[in-house]
């Protein structure tokens, strides 16, 4: 079998398995969870053998016109260099882990083969977009994202939270498509095609006329789908969803595609200084600002979330500066260590029975109890932490290099302000990285106080997919001077200045936030915190959304917890009831948006209901009433009528008279 007739079938599986899923998800639900987990596994098999036979070499090019469309014709294509076939073996893996911990995780959800059906599709449409040579057919994939997020992220349509943030998510991002869509048909017209190696070699060739507002448009979509400033603020509350679709979104699928569209693309965008200068604030801003949030959040997803943020910052950074294979090595080992950390997260908020990290530091021997997840989300956060030699160590100093060398003028692509940026802005997320992730590793696990009933050992589906995931988190990293090929040939081997440098301030983070922590909790013994729900027995699931809607119960909020033993709020000060509301973007969104389009809305409505119903039924009314007196004239009786028709004919003699004497007396 050829590698395009395999490639053809990774992104095919997913989906019929989607099909299947729905199909026979009542009349046959024992079939469920294999068709669920065998055609992912499948596909992320098949997309290893299409990597290895790829082998970082000559992309692999395939297409086929589907229909004539006009004078910019749409294919079906597909584009395989080094970066499609690593992400696809990627999107694979996490989805095939996610598949198989929910199995344990929803176990007893009844709307399981629905969802499993969904994040199926969610796959099949990130894979279609990681291979497709073809911007149209790459839209149809990013599009389906978007409607699979909406209806996964409220799979808890009984709470508020989940209601809310599914359609939060949905309108955030689609606000983004609009102008991305412009920007895709402005890049065709000015092209003549939607074939991405069309384009790229047209861009070459000089063929951009309109390349700043062309890659604006673009990087809207983009700031949209990977949550970057200032369209980020549904990723934090898209965690009212299931724990396994964190994992799969903010790992492997949605916020990974916005990335990999602008590293596939990046020619259009290294054509506009100016954009890749706006790409550059964008992701210092993203960078600095999600890492003040993280270290206020007090709910453990939420802290990932504002992670996730700043980790795709650091991507969008090494864009900024034009080095693509620094930030798609990024993204492979964040999908990796992020994946563990929200499956580990899942299996932390079953056992302590909440969301909260208050709650949690007031527990006892929740590290003895679940041991898997308390090793692998150790491995995990050193690996956000960018500590060697874990993955992430290494793939932060591929784009902390790209932007020392674009500072120091070794690379010309981008402006040189565009690397001091990135420079100044990821060594500063650093410190802020280490801190959040030391201050979620010390309040889940070092917790003091009494232990709340034991859950018994947790499912072996959930556990064995944190240690797969864990085999990356510590080795892909050391993989880097091996696998260069893959990545446009460049070194991804981290050098001696940033390397001790972002080390160094990593450290400094982490060892001031322990200090924090050792100052402040002693507090925590003289203040009690509530929001648990812990059920023994009960499905990871119904643990989770219940936690969720005791969280809010509690406090007021998903986001805080009034606790003066958080280290976090000892370290931000004043900055914390700031940072903990992610800003104010939030109101800052609903009054200058929100509002306005409401009282838009309930004018447009009044006009409706008082002004143009009051013509239409006013009309009506007149018509109704004429008819009304016509038909009371309608007796039936000839009588009536005789003497009706004498009236009339002796009014109009009358008035004949009169107008004849009129006309002779004038």
Request: hydrophobic share 55%; proline share 5%; with cysteine.
């Amino acid at each position: 079998m050829t590698t395009t007739t395999l490639a053809a079938l990774v992104p095919l599986l997913p989906f019929l398995g989607a099909v299947a899923g729905l199909a026979l998800g009542r009349t046959a639900p024992g079939f469920v969870r294999p068709l669920a987990i065998l055609p992912t596994l499948t596909a992320a098999v098949i997309a290893v053998i299409v990597a290895v036979r790829q082998g970082g070499g000559r992309a692999i090019d395939a297409a086929t016109q589907l229909t004539p469309t006009g004078s910019v014709p749409i294919d079906l294509a597909l584009h395989l260099d080094g970066f499609a076939v690593l992400v696809a073996v990627l999107v694979g893996l996490v989805a095939t882990c996610v598949q198989l911990y929910s199995t344990a995780y929803l176990r007893d959800d009844a709307r399981y083969p629905s969802y499993a059906a969904l994040v199926s599709l969610f796959t099949s449409a990130m894979l279609l977009v990681v291979y497709s040579g073809d911007l149209m057919v790459l839209l149809v994939g990013w599009e389906i994202m978007g409607i699979c997020s909406y209806f996964l992220v409220g799979h808890y349509w009984e709470t508020p939270e989940a209601r809310a943030a599914s359609l939060k998510a949905f309108l955030v991002t689609k606000l983004g498509d609009v102008p991305f869509l412009i920007g895709l048909f402005a890049l065709a017209a000015d092209t003549g095609s939607f074939r991405i190696t069309k384009i790229l070699t047209a861009v070459t060739n000089g063929g951009l006329d309109h390349p700043t507002l062309i890659a604006l448009l673009l990087l809207a979509g983009v700031a949209g789908k990977s949550a970057q400033f200032p369209l980020h603020t549904w990723l934090p509350d898209a965690m009212a969803g299931p724990t396994p679709v964190s994992a799969l979104i903010h790992a492997a699928t949605m916020v990974a595609a916005g990335i990999y569209f602008v590293a596939r693309m990046l020619p259009v965008f290294a054509a506009s200084g100016a954009a890749l200068t706006v790409l550059a604030v964008m992701a210092a801003v993203t960078m600095i600002g999600s890492g003040l949030a993280a270290l206020a959040q007090d709910d453990i997803k939420r802290v990932l979330a504002y992670s996730t943020i700043g980790q795709l910052g650091y991507m969008s950074g090494a864009l900024a500066v034009a080095d693509r294979g620094a930030a798609v090595f990024h993204l492979i080992s964040h999908g990796a260590f992020k994946a563990v950390l929200f499956l580990a997260a899942g299996v932390v908020i079953h056992a302590a029975g909440t969301n909260s990290l208050a709650a949690m530091s007031r527990m006892g021997g929740l590290a003895r109890r679940i041991p898997d997840a308390y090793w692998t989300m150790t491995v995990a956060l050193l690996a956000l932490a960018a500590i060697p030699p874990f993955a992430g160590f290494f793939s932060k100093e591929a784009v902390l290099v790209a932007a020392e060398h674009t500072a120091l003028g070794d690379r010309t692509v981008a402006p040189a302000a565009a690397g001091w940026t990135i420079l100044i802005a990821g060594l500063l997320a650093a410190v802020l990285t280490a801190a959040y992730a030391t201050r979620l590793w010390l309040l889940a696990f070092r917790g003091r106080g009494a232990e709340l009933p034991d859950h018994g050992k947790q499912p072996l589906a959930m556990t064995s997919v944190l240690w797969i995931l864990a085999v990356p988190t510590i080795a892909f990293g050391l993989t880097a001077s091996a696998i260069g090929d893959w990545f446009d040939g460049h070194t991804l081997t981290p050098s001696l200045t940033t390397a001790v440098l972002s080390t160094g301030v990593g450290l400094v983070g982490g060892l001031v936030t322990y200090g924090a922590w050792r100052h402040t909790t002693a507090l925590a013994a003289r203040t009690p915190i509530g929001a648990v729900a812990a059920h023994p027995g009960a499905e990871p699931a119904l643990v989770e959304a219940e936690a969720m809607t005791s969280h809010t119960a509690a406090y007021g909020t998903i986001a805080d917890a009034p606790d003066p033993a958080d280290p976090g709020r000892l370290l931000l000060g004043p900055l914390h009831r700031h940072a903990v509301t992610g800003f104010h973007l939030d109101a800052l969104y609903t009054a200058v948006f929100v509002r306005p389009v409401q009282g838009a809305a309930r004018l447009v409505r009044f006009l409706d209901r008082t002004v143009v119903d009051t013509y239409v039924n006013g009309s009506g009314a007149v018509t109704r009433l004429l008819g009304t007196a016509v038909r009371r004239a309608q007796t039936g009786n000839v009588q009536t009528y005789l003497s009706a028709l004498l009236a009339g004919s002796l009014v109009l003699a009358i008035a004949a008279v009169v107008f004849a004497n009129v006309n002779a007396g004038s």
